[in-house]
């Protein structure tokens, strides 16, 4: 029962500050002594049922304003406040928090409505300055950004391939001894020159990694929830963050990030981008592309990675002695979110968007394990030759649910005649739109959302194919 004790002194002073009455008029009025409101008011005392019927009847006020359930509701609302990037670490735990919503719950009202404001606000800022880059304006950022966002604003922006890195990896490729069996070489490279084992761990011994090193027993751990190709590219990985700190290091400065955490995000996908190199080393990764007319599964089974890898490193191939297909490429999940973009000339956001719901990447889904292929359209008239898959990820436990993901890579129409998936794209191009926000194409079967360039038709004797119709 001592959980079900209601203690609102705040707001039994909150209300006796509105009507204006001392504590002793108030309790009074009550039928109780000052002192024993006095403790009321501080929550020493709870409310007991008889003082909030008295309240009730006395004031006609609502005994919800007093139940815990709004107190819980308000003390959920205003930690997700404090936990939003631009606060955090300002109170120091759910305490403080906990003694503002007691002690000031009108003050905390209003954090609360001002920060959904500045939330409203801040998203409407968001969409200006999409629209605005996508007429070709150059905006600054607004509202805070958080350091993985400036990060995949940088490496989104510019091309994917880093010479330095590339070559670097390449010669490290060329050191390793010759055969098919790129994670053996791997494995004994760390043995021999860092003295470094590696050791398949289960589930239940390594419940939160991919990969983990003990540097005390010298030794790399891998999960067994990684696919084989997977498990080669944590080992790579590990691999040039020993042989290469230093070039990636340089790299990473090279940047400006204005944050450690920044720097931190970079290095890791520099570190990716090396291991992708050491396991399809430039020249003969480039050569087999071209030769096999840019099959990404043949690409795939050649060098024993995934699909997603083949794919990713496609969009890397623009060294200026032997250049490939300018691929760009996105990765998303089941619900639509985008976290991974780039592009052998940066991610084309301005003008492809990526946002639109009729892109294949997300018919994919239903047709897990098929390479979907399509030309689509933009209402500029740019056309691009697209290539979608499901990709498999981590295994999983029976009771668990893992993130799916989809890849989309994409280059212009005009290369299709270099790729073997360019006689699939014969059908009529699907019209798309950079995302629905700034999208004007009439009558879309597929629109999410009205678009910000135009007013919505609100006309009650016309019902158009859209709900957002304008």
């Known amino acids: 029962m001592a959980d079900n004790k ?9 209300l006796r500050s509105e009507l204006k009455l001392t504590q002793s ?7 109780i002594s000052p002192s024993y409101l006095n403790l009321v008011e501080r929550s020493q005392r709870p409310l007991t049922v008889q003082l909030l019927l008295k309240l009730a009847q006395t004031y006609q006020v609502d005994l919800a304003a007093f139940q815990v359930g709004g107190r ?22 759910p305490q403080e928090v906990l003694e503002v919503v007691e002690a000031a719950p009108n003050a905390a009202t209003g954090v609360i409505k001002l920060y959904r404001a500045y939330k409203e606000l801040e998203t409407r800022l968001s969409d200006l300055s999409g629209l605005l880059a996508e007429r070709g304006k150059i905006t600054e950022s607004v509202g805070s950004r958080r350091p993985i966002d400036e990060v995949r604003e940088v490496f989104e922006g510019r091309g994917n391939h880093y010479p330095a890195l590339d070559s670097a990896a390449e010669a490290l490729h060329a050191q390793l001894p010759a055969g098919d069996d790129l994670r053996g070489a791997l494995r004994l490279w760390l043995r021999q020159t860092h003295e470094v084992a590696v050791r398949i761990l289960p589930v239940d011994t390594m419940p939160n990694w991919r990969r983990r090193f003990d540097r005390h027993s010298r030794r790399l751990f891998l999960s067994e929830r990684l696919l084989p190709a997977d498990a080669l590219r944590e080992i790579a990985m590990e691999v040039v963050g020993l042989h290469m700190a230093d070039a990636l290091e340089a790299e990473v400065q090279s940047f400006g990030f204005s944050s450690a955490e920044a720097r931190r995000l970079a290095r890791f996908e520099l570190t990716r981008y090396c291991a992708h190199a050491l396991m399809m080393p430039y020249a003969a990764f480039q050569s087999a592309a071209e ?6 599964d ?16 496609l969009t890397t191939l623009q060294r200026q002695s032997a250049p490939g297909v300018p691929f760009f490429m996105m990765e998303v999940d089941q619900a639509g979110n985008r976290f991974r973009r780039a592009g052998a000339q940066g991610f084309p956001a301005r003008r492809f968007g990526g946002g639109c719901t009729k892109l294949s990447v997300h018919a994919a889904f239903l047709e897990s394990g098929r390479v979907l292929v399509e030309t689509v359209e933009l209402p500029d008239g740019g056309q691009f030759l697209t290539i979608a898959r499901t990709l498999e990820g981590l295994r999983a436990g029976f009771a668990e649910r893992p993130r799916r993901t989809a890849v989309l890579l994409a280059c212009d129409v005009s290369y299709k005649d270099r790729l073997v998936y360019g006689a699939l794209a014969a059908a009529p191009p699907v019209l798309i739109g950079p995302a629905c926000k700034v999208c004007e194409r009439q009558a879309c079967l597929a629109r999410a959302e009205p678009p910000l360039t135009r007013p919505l038709g609100l006309d009650s004797w016309v019902s158009g194919l859209s709900a957002f119709d304008f």
Do not use: T
Not at 74 to 82: N, S, Y
Not at 291 to 296: F, L, P, R, S, V
């Open 25 to 31: 008029a108030m309790a009074a009025e009550l039928g």
């Open 72 to 93: 819980e509701a308000m003390l959920g609302d205003l930690k997700a406040v404090f936990s939003d990037p631009l606060l955090v670490g300002e109170v120091p735990g």
């Open 6 to 14: 209601i203690f609102a002194g705040p707001r039994v002073r909150r």
């Open 291 to 296: 030769k096999n007319a840019y099959d990404i």
């Open 298 to 313: 043949v690409l795939a089974a050649r060098f024993q990675v995934s699909f997603e890898q083949a794919a990713n490193r």
